[in-house]
């Protein structure tokens, strides 16, 4: 299942956030307290469970995501579990090659990372700052 992305038509060259769950639940309320917290500054977009509305990851739908928050200046994706990093990887290498290295799959807890990323790119910070700030909580998803 996806979401629409949750856009601010006003910010064009930021970062965008792309929550992966294996939960649309848990992708859903991350993405909500992203917004909450953050407002609309930042584009947000999120998928979560398999196409047949359970648990697990969709490598399209995580491609429809990041495209649908595409910016020149990236797209930071958080994940919960193993399953949706390897999801995530397969996506980015769906994308065309010279859009590849502008996707950063964040070692970072989903929610929290999520947060301070969104934060991070609000600034408009660089795609490595985003991913870097995300990272400092830890590692995370599953990996």
Same mark, same amino acid.
């Given at each position: 299942?996806?979401?629409?992305? &949750? ?7 930021? $970062?965008?956030?792309?929550? %992966?769950?294996?939960?649309?639940? %848990? ?6 307290? $992203? ?5 609309? /500054? %930042?584009?947000?977009a999120?998928? *979560? ?11 399209g739908?995580?491609?429809?995501a ?7 200046? *990236?797209? +930071? ?11 995530? /990887? &397969? ?11 502008? $996707?950063?799959?964040?070692? +970072?807890? $989903? ?29 995370? *998803?599953?990996?």
């Open positions: 299942m996806t979401a629409p992305a &949750m856009n601010a038509p006003a910010i064009t060259d930021c $970062v965008g956030i792309v929550i %992966v769950s294996h939960s649309p639940d %848990v992708a859903k309320g991350a993405a909500d307290m $992203v917004r909450q917290m953050v407002g609309p /500054e %930042v584009r947000l999120w998928t *979560g469970g398999d196409p047949g509305g359970g648990l697990g990851c969709d490598v739908a995580i491609r429809e990041i495209d649908r928050v595409w910016s020149p200046a *990236g797209v +930071a994706v958080l994940v919960d579990l193993g399953g949706a990093v390897t999801g995530a /990887e &397969m996506a980015i290498e769906m994308l065309a090659p010279e859009r590849q290295p502008l $996707v950063a799959v964040c070692d +970072a807890p $989903v929610v929290e990372g999520a947060v301070v990323a969104a934060v991070e790119a609000s600034s408009g910070a660089p795609l490595a700052q985003v991913r870097a700030t995300a990272e400092e909580l830890g590692p995370g *998803g599953g990996r």
